[in-house]
């Protein structure tokens, strides 16, 4: 490349490129953290050039990297063209080993957060020490690590508040004195390592399983078992066909002769073909590579009644062949274990059948109102596209989904495959393998390789119906699943799980288990979850103190399967009770003073219930007819509080008819409240994790931190099963963080619970409430008309985009003679309007905000052209269209506020001067609409809120009046213009 070092390095390489080489976190936007200074929100722009709205740094990338580096400029272009490997008209440079300097600021700064994190750290393991290993009497010896707790909690909590405390020089100065103590604390924090979250604790088991089957494979035992083997004959294609024909359950197949011969063992009386498999067949025992499992399951009833309810299809006993556990039946859609085995085998059996119901259900019926997917190529497989959200668990176990990331550009366009989009979401995906996303979290798509449409539709069920697996992977995958489930539970099941994998497993290298590794840790990790919700609820409801030791439970609990041999003479004296873990067939009476909701498919689909302390499920054997035939319950919850519309929505529960009154009518929405009191519309807020607390209820317990939010025991335990991290707040104000529902359990009552908040806000639970917001759309439009203050709305173009008009400019619009239309968009944002200047001033600043400072809330593409911006000040209402070069006002893109032009009508008509408006049907009264409520009939929110507001307004003064009480103006009056009064 001709052209001197200056020319050739301007011309190939953007600032935003080099920033990125010399590993500067750079945002979609191109946004990034200034590296000159103390920067701790992105506040550098960069592209060709770079410019930081902080500190004022600004030039090109020859300037960047001499700043960086400390280098001339020279040196700086010598670098950027060695590092990126261009050639110019002179000598190639020399090479130089550069090292990036840190500023005393930035050296500060991570010392500072070393040092912090150090001390937090032990200080929350003190904590636990002094709280968890306590002694129980005066007697008896403490522990060495409650000692040292008691003897550092105080100087460590002294240490942490100089930390925080003391100004920037004292600080440093603390630092350089206490270095060494801040090392020995790392190192000890090392040491004491607290142990593994569920997920980490999850993935350690399985990634042990393919360990002890290689150990396995290299085993006596494995060599004696291949000996044998050998000796059964490998049919050809069309022998295997006809013996697949004659018995397709077959495992071992051998002739009449080699059974006796070779293997001694006969073929059973009454049994015919030309060969037999070793079902058939009574004798000498076979070698195993699996073991028979013995030993007792602590609560074994409770825990069996857990995995029950944990199934997706009916699970009994019954008897059946010694060589077999149990079967999952997909036609008849039932699990069967046998009779009679130990505990710690009817446990494993039963996992083991669930995970199959749970994975390879292929005889699903296809549901006819299920949605369709557009067939699609994904990096050369088989995958499904939609253009909306797809939730993962409204998917069939065994199918994956990723979201696409549409580009800054065309937020339309997907540029990349990750786990998750807030911002600029272009489309889901579904597969029937884990993709394996980088370090970075994002596979590009390319041309080459990425997302090809294939025209053809079809139902996730039919999807993975098609792509079913083959048997030794389903094997595989179940009783991995199994070994995990237990494993965790503390069953130790490995001397039959490694076996049986390795003797399913296609050859030593195990590449089933490898491949399905995702699916195991997935689906293990949902089942564990469900397992002990229901373990904990059958618990509770059996009176069984999980507290208690194995000593204390003894005999209090036995299993008694469906037989008739009870191994008991004396058993005629009393009826034999029901099994309690017998499937009812039959709703029970509902209690008048509980609230009872139906469990419906698309609850089932679902998987979780609301908590709440005092409800009791119902689930049934078989679906039932209720509410005359209108609803098909799988079972009902019987709440001793009514839920908010709110969660029978996002748990699809359906509420029974008989339920006491509780202003079910008006959505729930006012439970607890007098009717006239209805909540008043507001501007789009911050959602909380949850909506019945506020940041004050974490400052009242002592917390003044900013970076929590308060949660309700519930509410932790819903977010806390969705793998996120959450604290209890201990006497003090200190945040402690939980593990496991046991300590749950342990938090003593009132204790206010916490999230962080950068974590809160990073979940797909906060997203879905930020997206909830597309679905109330005139709620939220009517709440901006009528807020008091100024204020302002975001429109943007419609995600259908019906006349491809986004990014285009007015003159374009204009000139294909297609209008501006508020039906082609939706509402995205509304809040306060703050600060002064002239409304022009006001809209480049809220320009520059929803580019380089968008709110945390805001999860939809950059304001661009096309966007338009409604305006409310001192009561007017305008609205601006984002245009190529600044904004142009446009009228009648808003109805106008329904308050104002009220008034407006008044003045205009001097028959209604006393503010009734007689032009349509009368309006309900406030009082009407209460008595319409507490007669059972149903009303809207919407009219409840504008009686409300007309009742108010009637109180005031008449427009009219007003004027007429105004002192008289010498100066001759104008007209108001019609197009101020459209302003509104």
Not at 78 to 93: R, T, V, W
Not at 139 to 164: G, I, W
Not at 743 to 756: H, I, N, R
Not at 913 to 919: A, M, S, T
Request: charged share 30%; net charge negative; with cysteine.
């Amino acid at each position: 490349m001709g052209g001197n070092v200056f020319e050739t390095v301007k011309q190939s390489i953007t600032t935003r490129e080099a920033a990125e080489h010399y590993g500067i976190e750079v945002k979609r936007n191109g946004m990034a953290c200034c590296p000159f200074h103390d920067d701790r929100t992105p506040s550098m722009k960069l592209d060709r050039r770079f410019h930081c709205f902080g500190c004022g740094a600004d030039g090109d990338v020859i300037d960047f990297a001499a700043r960086l580096y400390n280098l001339s400029p020279k040196e700086a272009a010598e670098k950027l063209a060695q590092d990126f490997g261009l050639l110019y008209d002179s000598q190639a440079p020399p090479k130089k080993t550069y090292v990036r300097q840190k500023s005393e600021a930035q050296k500060f700064r991570e010392s500072k957060q070393r040092c912090f994190r150090a001390l937090a750290d032990y200080a929350h393991l003190l904590r636990g020490w002094e709280t968890g290993l306590a002694p129980l009497t005066p007697e008896d010896e403490p522990h060495p690590l409650f000692v040292e707790a008691l003897h550092q909690k105080d100087y460590v909590e002294y240490l942490l508040d100089f930390l925080m405390e003391d100004g920037i020089e004292e600080q440093k100065t603390w630092i350089a004195e206490h270095l060494t103590k801040i090392m020995d604390l790392e190192r000890r924090n090392k040491e004491m390592a607290e142990k593994p979250t569920n997920r980490e604790r999850l993935r350690e088991i399985t990634e042990g399983i393919e360990q002890n089957i290689k150990e396995l494979f290299e085993s006596e035992k494995y060599m004696r078992y291949l000996s044998v083997m050998s000796r059964f004959h490998r049919y050809s294609v069309n022998n295997t066909m006809l013996i697949y024909m004659q018995k397709p359950d077959a495992t071992l197949v051998a002739g009449y002769n080699k059974w006796k011969n070779q293997f001694e063992r006969h073929v059973k009386k009454g049994e015919r073909g030309i060969t037999f498999d070793v079902s058939q067949t009574d004798g000498k025992p076979l070698p195993s590579l699996a073991a028979d499992l013995f030993g007792n399951v602590r609560h074994f009833e409770a825990f069996m009644e857990a995995l029950k309810r944990s199934a997706p299809v009916p699970l009994a006993f019954e008897e059946m062949d010694a060589d077999t556990d149990g079967y999952f039946s997909s036609s008849q859609q039932r699990i069967a274990i046998r009779q009679g085995m130990s505990e710690v085998q009817t446990v494993s059996a039963a996992v083991h059948e669930i995970a199959h119901s749970k994975l390879h259900n292929f005889d699903v019926p296809d549901n006819p109102d299920a949605p369709l997917y557009q067939e699609v190529e994904l990096f050369g497989q088989p995958a499904l596209f939609s253009n909306d959200r797809i939730a993962a668990d409204d998917l069939p176990d065994g199918l994956f989904c990723y979201d696409l990331r549409g580009s800054d550009d065309d937020p339309g366009a997907p540029v990349a495959v990750e786990e998750r989009v807030m911002v600029n979401h272009a489309g889901s995906v579904i597969t029937a393998k884990p993709l394996e996303l980088p370090e970075e979290g994002h596979l590009p798509l390319t041309d080459e390789s990425g997302l090809d449409f294939n025209g053809g539709e079809k139902t996730a069920q039919r999807f993975l119906q098609d792509h079913k697996k083959d048997r030794r992977t389903e094997e595989v995958e179940a009783e991995s699943i199994s070994y995990a489930v237990c494993q965790y539970f503390g069953i130790q099941t490995g001397a039959n799980s490694f076996g049986y994998i390795a003797n399913w497993s296609q050859g030593k290298e195990l590449k089933e288990l490898r491949a399905s590794l995702e699916t195991i840790n997935k689906t293990a990790g949902t089942l564990i979850a469900d397992i002990d919700r229901h373990f904990q609820e059958v618990c509770k409801e059996r009176g069984i103190d999980l507290e208690s030791g194995p000593e204390q439970d003894a005999g209090k609990e036995t299993m008694q399967p469906e037989s008739s041999q009870t191994g008991q003479e004396n058993h005629e004296a009393a009826p034999e009770p029901e099994p309690s873990w017998k499937i009812p067939t039959k709703l029970p009476e509902q209690d008048p003073s509980m609230f009872r909701y139906y469990i419906t498919q698309e609850s089932l689909n679902v998987g979780t219930y609301p908590l709440m302390d005092g409800k009791t499920i119902t689930e049934l054997a078989a679906p039932v007819k209720v509410e005359q035939d209108s609803i098909t319950a799988f079972g009902c919850i019987d709440y001793p509080q009514p839920l908010t519309a709110e969660q029978e929505r996002e748990y699809a529960l359906l509420p029974a008819s008989q339920n006491p009154r509780a202003l079910d009518s008006i959505g729930h929405a006012a439970e607890a409240a007098p009717l006239p009191d209805a909540p008043e519309q507001t501007l789009d807020e911050y959602p909380m994790p949850d909506p019945l607390l506020r940041e004050d209820d974490l400052k009242n317990c002592g917390y003044q931190d900013g970076d929590l939010l308060p949660l309700s025991k519930e509410r932790a335990l819903e977010l806390f099963e969705q793998d996120l991290t959450v604290y209890a707040v201990v006497d003090g104000g200190g945040a402690e963080m939980l593990f496991d529902r046991e300590e749950f359990e342990s938090q003593l009552p009132g204790t206010v619970f916490a999230l962080s908040r950068e974590e809160w806000e990073e979940s797909p639970a906060f997203d879905a409430l930020v997206q909830d917001r597309l679905n109330r759309q005139q709620e939220r439009e009517q709440a901006f008309l009528s807020h008091e203050g100024d204020c302002f709305a975001i429109y943007q173009v419609s995600r259908e985009d019906p006349q491809n008009v986004r990014f285009m400019n007015l003159d374009w619009l204009k000139s294909h003679d297609i209008p501006v239309d508020r039906g082609n968009y939706d509402l995205i944002y509304t809040a306060p309007l703050g600060g002064s200047g002239t409304k022009m001033e006001q809209l480049e600043k809220l320009y520059e905000q929803f580019n380089l400072q968008k709110p945390v809330d805001f999860h939809s593409p950059s304001m661009s052209v096309s966007d338009i911006v409604a305006v409310k000040r001192d009561g007017m209402v305008s609205c601006h269209y984002c245009d190529s070069v600044g904004f142009t006002e446009i009228p009648e893109f808003l109805p106008d506020n329904p308050l104002k032009n009220a008034e407006m009508s008044m003045e205009d008509d001097y028959g209604m001067i006393d503010g009734i408006i007689n032009n349509g049907p009368k309006e309900p009264t406030v009082a009407q609409l209460e008595q319409q409520a507490r007669s059972g009939q149903p009303i809207s929110l919407m009219d409840l809120a504008d009686a409300v507001h007309r009742e108010e307004r009637d109180k005031r003064k008449s427009v009219v009046e007003q004027l007429h009480q105004q002192p008289k103006q010498e100066s001759k009056k104008t007209a108001p213009k019609k197009s101020a009064e459209r302003e509104l």
